[in-house]
């Protein structure tokens, strides 16, 4: 088919589609037209050529190409930093401490550090450390709870279930429930680590929860360094 060819007032959209799809030089071989053809402005400013409008579409590609850049790298650093969070976090846990210290840092490093209004422990397997029995983690949960939170594969985000209804304060927005356990012996969860914000956004149900699993794997670990005795 030649340029005269395609003079037929009736030929439809798509036979030019085939045409120039086929025609690959047609724009090339008749540059003149780049510039006489005209087109409405996609910013409502009057008509532009052919050409015009086809370096702002281009320019709106590479604009949305330069957000979706700026956001990958905007979370690649907020990954960095958590990442080093974390290993700080671990780095403190090491240190010896008594079963309140211990208590004490990762309460306030998940405050200051990870933008937790509040966290609390709970652990319903009793100590053979009578020392330590009367400490506040060991406070009663319902069974309905304990069985949950047992059942979960992963770190819970988003609403308090009501299950939870007399845990954490009634202000907070989201909560994140992390299953206390050593899963590299496969072991059910001992307790539960909650956290609670008042941003609420802080824990979403469609979250990623890789560094919940890490911390949740440091604080059993710490745990279980007092509590070796427990029969798990």
């Known amino acids: 088919m030649t340029h005269t060819q395609i003079q037929n007032t009736d030929i439809s959209a798509e036979q030019i589609k085939r045409f120039l799809h086929t025609h690959p030089n047609f724009f090339e071989e008749n540059a003149s037209l780049l510039a006489e053809i005209s087109l409405p402005s996609p910013h409502g400013s009057g008509v532009i050529s052919l050409a015009e409008r086809q370096q702002l579409a281009q320019r709106d590609k590479i604009r949305v190409l330069e957000a979706m850049m700026a956001q990958m790298i905007k979370h690649a650093e907020e990954n960095d930093a958590t990442s080093a969070k974390v290993h700080q976090f671990s780095v403190q846990l090491l240190n010896g401490q008594s079963f309140s210290a211990l208590q004490q840092l990762i309460s306030e490093t998940l405050q200051l550090d990870f933008a937790v209004t509040q966290s609390i422990i709970r652990i319903w397997v009793k100590p053979s450390n009578s020392a330590i029995i009367q400490d506040p983690v060991f406070s009663s949960v319902s069974e309905a709870f304990s069985d949950w939170v047992m059942s979960l ?9 009501d299950i939870a209804d007399d845990l954490l ?3 907070l927005q989201s909560y994140a429930f992390i299953p206390l356990s050593k899963k590299t012996l496969n072991q059910r969860p001992f307790g539960v680590l909650i956290l609670g914000a008042q941003d609420q956004q802080r824990f979403k149900s469609d979250m990623g929860t890789l560094y919940l699993e890490q911390i949740g794997e440091l604080v059993s670990a710490a745990l279980l360094n007092h509590l070796f005795a427990l029969h798990l």
């Open 153 to 161: 594969s992963q770190s819970h985000c988003g609403a308090k279930p």
């Open 169 to 171: 304060e009634g202000h």
